[in-house]
């Protein structure tokens, strides 16, 4: 089980942000930006592309959370990011959306 199963699973202590019975969203460990959230399904998918071929429904519904999540942090601003395979940064294979604020972002990104 990879480890964003097991955070999904409730088998690594967390704390979810926001939950519900396809999506879960937590604290990112390794914070970019002041406020850096991930929200993922709860299901297995290797990436956001897999998720969206697969169950658009529940790739909408990580936008959805993005949005309440943002609303809850007070966010006036942020960044929204799936980074999809290797050679774009992705180092956890378990689709999951980047959630960033509380600060100001330089485009394009690195
Ligand atoms: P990516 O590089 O897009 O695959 O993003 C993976 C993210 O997962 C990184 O920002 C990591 O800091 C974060 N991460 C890895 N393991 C954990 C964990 N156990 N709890 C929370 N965030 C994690």
């Given at each position: 089980m990879c480890i964003f199963c097991k955070i999904a699973a409730g088998e690594i202590p967390t704390h979810f942000l926001y939950e519900s019975e396809k999506v879960v969203a937590f604290k990112d460990?390794?914070?970019?930006?002041p406020s850096h959230v991930l929200v993922i399904p709860r299901e297995h998918f290797e990436n956001a592309a897999e998720l969206a071929a697969v169950d658009s429904a529940t790739l909408s519904e990580l936008f959805g959370a993005a949005r309440t999540i943002a609303t809850f942090l007070g966010l006036d601003g942020y960044r929204i990011v799936f980074n999809t395979g290797a050679s774009a940064?992705?180092?956890?294979?378990h689709a999951h959306l980047h959630l960033l604020g509380g600060r100001a972002f330089a485009w394009p990104p690195g």
């Open positions: 460990l390794n914070p970019e930006a940064g992705q180092s956890v294979f």
